[in-house]
C-alpha cells in the first residue's frame, strides 16, 4: 500500500532562518507531487506541483522553492523565511492519470517568530 | 478562473440532525472529490463523483453530482460528534493540467 511521510510536524524557526521541509512518498511510481499551504481552518492553497523529477511548477510568486531530487522525494524550501510564512505545510500525491485523487501527508505546523 | 464556492463556511449543529452542504461553480469539472480533515491532520479522501445525477453512500452521508458537473452536495443524516471536521470538496480541471481546485471548506460542529 501506498504511504506519505511528511516531516517535521512542527516547526518553529526565527526570521530569516533556511528552512527545508521534506516529504517521502512510498509504494507507488512517478507520482505526482504537490505542496499546499493552508490558513487556519480553511482551503488549501496549491504552492508547487511536479510531475517528475527535476519537473517543478510554481503557481504563486513566493519567498519558497521546491524541489524533487528523486521520483518519490519532494522537499519545500526558503532561503530565509519571512512572518508572512507561517502556516501549515501538506505534502500530496496523486496517480499521474486519473481522477487525480490526493493523498496527503500529516502536516507541518510552521511558526516563524 | 474555475472556483469552487462551499456553503455554509460553518455550521453547528445538534447530535442527531441532518445537514447538507454544498459545493458550487459555473464551470464544469470532470470530477470532483470530497475530503474531510480533522484538526491537525492531512484532508482524507471521501469519496470521488464522476458522471453527472451520480450518487454515492458512505454508511451516514450522502454525495451527489450536479446533472451539469457544476454541483455537488453532501448530506449528512444523524450527525455523531466524530462527523466533526472541515469538509472540502475539489474539482478536477479536465483541461491539459489536470489540477484540483479546492473550494474554502465548511467547518462542521456536531455538538453531543
Known amino acids: 500500500s501506498q504511504t506519505i511521510h511528511q516531516w517535521p510536524a512542527t516547526l518553529v524557526q526565527p526570521v530569516g532562518s533556511p528552512l527545508s521541509l521534506e516529504c517521502t512518498v512510498e509504494g507507488t511510481s512517478n507520482p505526482n507531487l504537490y505542496w499546499y499551504r493552508q490558513a487556519a481552518g480553511r482551503g488549501l492553497q496549491l504552492l508547487f506541483y511536479s510531475i517528475g523529477i527535476d519537473q517543478i511548477s510554481s503557481e504563486v510568486p513566493q519567498n519558497l522553492s521546491a524541489s524533487r531530487p528523486q521520483d518519490r522525494q519532494f522537499i519545500l524550501s526558503s532561503k530565509k523565511l519571512l512572518l508572512s510564512d507561517s502556516g501549515f505545510y501538506l505534502c500530496?500525491?496523486?496517480?499521474?492519470?486519473?481522477?487525480?485523487?490526493?493523498?496527503f501527508g500529516q502536516g507541518t505546523r510552521l511558526t516563524v517568530v | 478562473t474555475q472556483l469552487l464556492e462551499q456553503s455554509p463556511q460553518f455550521l453547528s449543529i445538534q447530535e442527531g440532525e441532518n445537514l447538507t452542504v454544498y459545493c458550487n461553480s459555473s464551470?464544469?469539472?470532470?470530477?470532483l472529490q470530497w475530503y474531510r480533515q480533522e484538526p491537525g491532520e492531512g484532508p482524507v479522501l471521501l469519496v470521488t463523483v464522476v458522471t453527472g445525477g451520480e450518487v454515492k453512500k458512505l454508511k451516514r452521508l450522502t454525495f451527489q453530482f450536479g446533472d451539469a458537473r457544476k454541483d455537488s452536495s453532501l448530506h449528512i443524516t444523524a450527525a455523531q460528534p466524530g462527523d466533526t471536521g472541515l469538509y472540502l470538496c475539489a474539482g478536477l480541471n479536465a483541461g491539459n493540467n489536470r489540477k484540483l481546485i479546492w473550494g474554502l471548506g465548511t467547518s462542521l460542529a456536531v455538538n453531543p
Open positions: 500530496a500525491w496523486s496517480v499521474l492519470a486519473g481522477n487525480t485523487e490526493a493523498f
Open positions: 464551470s464544469v469539472f470532470s470530477s
